[in-house]
């Protein structure tokens, strides 16, 4: 991103010019100050500072500095080196979080809004039509199977989870036109999950895959909401794979609860957070 803004400089309007030098001279800063404050220090108008971030290709202000925080988050210290037998528990614990919150904001700013749009509007559909909802996944990808289950619980939508191959491959087989399966995959080579996704296309069901792309599971649904990121225990602690499914999940099932009808969740959530408290122990 900074080198594109290198690269465009001489292209650009006097003013639009001291707007890029401050973005390069101090990309911190501006990924974090008001758009007043951003103005005065390069000198210009705020809708200077707005034309600039829209004559580098994004949608405003707020746009720019979202993808320019995640440029500068992946150039944050020790976010390209390993974990060392010598480092401290305090280096362990700076590496591990930044590369795993780097590969959060990489997913952020990759990740296919489009995809996500057609996922929501498939279980939305399947929803209103009261069809079958289901999660499968196998290993940590079970775990995030069984959490979106509970996710979907809460906005009272029935799903149903399931970590076992055996009967991935039987409730697939009793799948059909107007149910939706999501398949949750980090390596998306789990042939128990392979043959589940190919078992519930062939009846009908609309496919969801959470995996990374080029992975044979990938190609095997109908949406592909890609995850990819560098699964390695020498940069990425081993739960960043399963993190970064269950943001997904998340954003997912935000949407979903949007679309259902917001002003009908809430006070939803706050009776179960209610029956919830009142069974605990003093």
Partial sequence: MLDRIRASMPSLAPAEQRVGKLVLLDPRSFAS???SELADRAHVSKPT?????????YDGLSDFKLKLAGTVSEGVPFIHRSVDVDDKVSDVLVKVIDNTVAAFLKYRNDA????????????LTTYKNKGRIEFYGAGN?????????HKFFRLGINAIAYSDGHMQVMSASLLGPGDCLVIVSNSGRTRDLMDAADIARKHGATVITVTASGSPLATAGHIHLAADHPE?????????SRLMHLMVIDVVATCLALRIGGNKLQPLLKEMKNNLRSKRYA
């Fill in 33 to 35: 100050l008001p758009v």
């Fill in 49 to 57: 500072v707005v034309r600039f971030c829209r004559s580098m290709g």
């Fill in 112 to 123: 296919s809004t489009h995809s996500i749009e057609k996922a929501v509007e498939a279980l």
């Fill in 141 to 149: 990808s079970g775990i995030v199977a069984q959490d979106a289950q």
């Fill in 232 to 240: 390695g225990y020498d940069r990425y602690s081993p739960m960043t």
